[in-house]
């Protein structure tokens, strides 16, 4: 019962949206696709946005749309980040704020407005209009309104895409705390293979309104079978411990099952869980043991599976190391010379690590 | 200066123009609103009727009116059988005529307001539990407020200004039907021309006041929405 069933169907002119699936109800799960591909409409429909989507939505058990109708969306129990800014020009970052809080008429409030105000740090803006905040100050606001309604489901659409990067870097370290700290079910639309391996326990991948794949997110990025186009960005996301400092080498040694990599210290503490993400063009591969080399991290792996990529003369490998995946990089030329074929062990070496947090 | 007649008649035209500016905000907002928001193949042809004041002479609409608020009319009809008598030649008559004419005044102003405050705060008022008629009022209003101002100043002014249709249905007895417009075209046809100066004065001043006020008020407008 704790699952979002979403079935919606919806035609436009130009697009249809049909798709079924179910969504697990806790944690972050990204819609994810291109421009077009449906993720912000899909969004809209679980929100009850679109009123010509047919289809059945059942959220934890209780029915939001079937065939006989649809709870409002104003009556249901959703907060919603939209993309651009919404905050309503004629009210204080307050009383933007209390517009929601006061009309959640809703039992089991988990979310009090003060632990909003503090979780997105903008206690200092209350008394100020929107008109004279910052794009991302803005969009924390705009985040702490969809908290303040006490939501059992967060509906975010692009809520980084109309900022720059500063501001977004400003930004993501409070979406993790949300995914720390909360425990209602996020839903994340977005383009970007960095906020997704940043944010996401689950992906949903859609492409001209049909779901390409969806599943949890290491397994989902280590599949070569998906037309996910990650180009540059194709790589896996680890989750990993802190397992040893080096103080003598300012390094950290970041543990996942069936192995470990030596990164830069970045001062954080033993047992500390860190995502880490390692992008295929990092990761290269050797028949026998490299002897004098500058890669720190070595390993034995075994070759699973042997792709296309995005470019003609590249392919995607994917090597099993202990009880995790990576993904490798090679030319199609080095792939033939070394004669890389499923099943042969090769030794893969990760020339960095990308830490998440 | 004016005389008693004059201020009688002055007196007339601003119970009139507020009576219908007032009686317009109740009629005009939600139409606005409809007319804004709406997706029905109506909305085209109903923002045409609204318009039609705008075009047709004023003569014209009086002449319809006469005929339908009449003792032979629909509507005239309706009054008889509810004990209210007929309306051409009454306060009340002109106050309808008057809300027709100025129709367009009042709720186009606000429906380019509603219209271009957008379909997102109202999605954003729904995702955070606001209903449609709580939305209206806590948002849609408040944004379109501008529109609201100009609205009010234009019916106002507008029906102060009104000429042909109150001749035409309220003819011209003096304090229930004589307003400032038509005193001047007494008071000219009876070659007074001083008296119709001075109060032809105070109606330019009036009107560009109007008009001042309003234009004074949009800078502020433009700064909030």
């Known amino acids: 019962m704790d699952t979002i069933e979403a079935r919606f169907e919806l035609g436009?002119?130009?697009?249809?949206?049909?798709?079924?699936?179910?969504?697990?109800?806790?944690?972050?799960?990204?819609?994810?696709?291109?421009?077009?591909?449906?993720?912000?409409?899909?969004?809209?429909?679980?929100?009850?946005?679109?009123r010509n989507a047919r289809g059945r939505l059942v959220f934890k058990g209780s029915v939001w749309q079937d065939q006989h109708g649809r709870i409002a969306t104003h009556r249901r129990p959703i907060g919603y980040v939209?993309?651009?800014?919404?905050?309503?020009?004629?009210?204080?970052?307050?009383?933007?704020?209390?517009?929601?809080?006061?009309?959640?008429?809703?039992?089991?409030?988990?979310?009090?407005?003060?632990?909003?105000?503090?979780?997105?740090?903008?206690?200092?803006?209350?008394?100020?209009?929107?008109?004279?905040?910052?794009?991302?100050?803005?969009?924390?606001?705009?985040?702490?309104?969809?908290?303040?309604?006490?939501?059992?489901?967060?509906?975010?659409?692009?809520?980084?895409?109309?900022?720059?990067?500063?501001?977004?870097?400003?930004?993501?370290?409070?979406?993790?705390?949300?995914?720390?700290?909360?425990?209602?079910?996020?839903?994340?639309?977005?383009?970007?293979?960095?906020?997704?391996?940043?944010?996401?326990?689950?992906?949903?991948?859609?492409?001209?309104?049909?779901?390409?794949?969806?599943?949890?997110l290491g397994e989902t990025l280590a599949r070569l079978d998906l037309p996910i186009q990650l180009g540059e960005d194709a790589g896996v996301v680890l989750n990993t411990t802190i397992g040893a400092i080096d103080d003598e080498w300012h390094l950290s040694r970041i543990d996942f099952p069936g192995g470990s990599l030596w990164t830069r210290d970045r001062n954080l503490q033993v047992g500390r869980k860190v995502r880490v993400r390692v992008l295929a063009r990092d990761v290269s591969l050797a028949l026998d043991e490299p002897g004098r080399t500058s890669i720190l991290n070595i390993h034995p792996a075994i070759?699973?599976?042997?792709?296309?990529?995005?470019?003609?003369?590249?392919?995607?490998v994917r090597v099993q190391?202990?009880?995790?995946?990576?993904?490798?990089?090679?030319?199609?030329?080095?792939?033939?010379q070394l004669g890389i074929r499923v099943g042969l062990p090769v030794f893969v070496q990760v020339k960095s690590v990308a830490l998440m947090d | 200066m004016l005389s008693d007649t004059d201020l009688q008649a002055l007196w007339l035209t601003l119970r009139l123009a507020a009576t219908t500016t007032l009686i317009l905000f109740i009629v005009g907002t939600p139409l606005a609103w409809w007319l804004a928001r709406t997706r029905s193949i109506w909305q085209q042809p109903i923002a045409a009727i609204v318009s039609l004041p705008l075009v047709l002479p004023p003569s014209v609409i009086g002449f319809y009116l006469l005929i339908t608020l009449g003792p032979n009319g629909p509507i005239g009809h309706l009054t008889q059988s509810i004990g209210l008598g007929t309306l051409p030649f009454t306060f009340w008559?002109?106050?309808?005529?008057?809300?027709?004419?100025?129709?367009?005044?009042?709720?186009?102003?606000?429906?380019?307001?509603?219209?271009?405050?957008?379909?997102?705060?109202?999605?954003?008022?729904?995702?955070?539990?606001?209903?449609?008629?709580?939305?209206?009022?806590?948002?849609?209003?408040?944004?379109?407020?501008?529109g609201f101002v100009t609205a009010g100043i234009l019916s106002f002014a507008h029906t102060v200004g009104e000429f042909g249709v109150v001749l035409m249905l309220g003819g011209n007895i003096p304090g229930i039907s004589r307003v400032a417009s038509v005193q001047i075209y007494d008071h000219v046809e009876a070659m007074e021309?001083?008296?119709?100066?001075?109060?032809?004065?105070?109606?330019?001043?009036?009107?560009?006041?109007?008009?001042?006020?309003?234009?004074?008020?949009?800078?502020?407008?433009r700064k909030e929405v």
């Open chain 1, 303 to 316: 070759v699973e599976a042997i792709a296309p990529d995005s470019h003609p003369a590249q392919l995607l």
């Open chain 1, 12 to 50: 436009r002119p130009a697009f249809s949206l049909d798709v079924d699936l179910t969504l697990p109800g806790s944690g972050v799960t990204a819609l994810f696709g291109r421009s077009g591909s449906g993720k912000t409409t899909l969004l809209r429909c679980i929100a009850g946005l679109e």
């Open chain 1, 82 to 216: 939209f993309q651009e800014t919404s905050l309503f020009p004629h009210l204080s970052v307050l009383g933007n704020l209390d517009f929601g809080r006061r009309r959640a008429a809703r039992t089991g409030r988990r979310i009090a407005l003060d632990q909003a105000i503090e979780l997105l740090g903008i206690a200092h803006l209350l008394p100020r209009k929107p008109d004279g905040l910052s794009g991302g100050e803005r969009q924390r606001v705009a985040i702490a309104r969809a908290l303040a309604v006490a939501p059992e489901l967060l509906l975010m659409d692009e809520p980084l895409a109309a900022l720059d990067l500063p501001r977004k870097q400003e930004i993501l370290p409070y979406l993790e705390r949300l995914h720390d700290e909360l425990d209602i079910p996020i839903l994340y639309v977005s383009h970007s293979p960095d906020e997704v391996a940043r944010l996401a326990d689950h992906i949903v991948a859609l492409e001209d309104g049909r779901i390409v794949a969806h599943g949890p």
């Open chain 2, 93 to 146: 008559g002109l106050v309808v005529g008057s809300v027709f004419y100025s129709l367009p005044f009042m709720v186009q102003p606000i429906q380019t307001a509603f219209e271009s405050i957008g379909d997102r705060p109202v999605e954003v008022a729904a995702t955070l539990g606001a209903s449609p008629l709580d939305t209206f009022f806590s948002v849609a209003v408040p944004l379109a407020l501008p």
């Open chain 1, 321 to 336: 190391v202990g009880k995790s995946r990576l993904l490798a990089r090679l030319t199609r030329r080095s792939a033939d």
């Open chain 2, 193 to 221: 021309y001083a008296e119709a100066h001075r109060l032809a004065a105070v109606m330019l001043i009036f009107s560009f006041a109007a008009l001042l006020a309003m234009h004074l008020w949009r800078p502020g407008a």
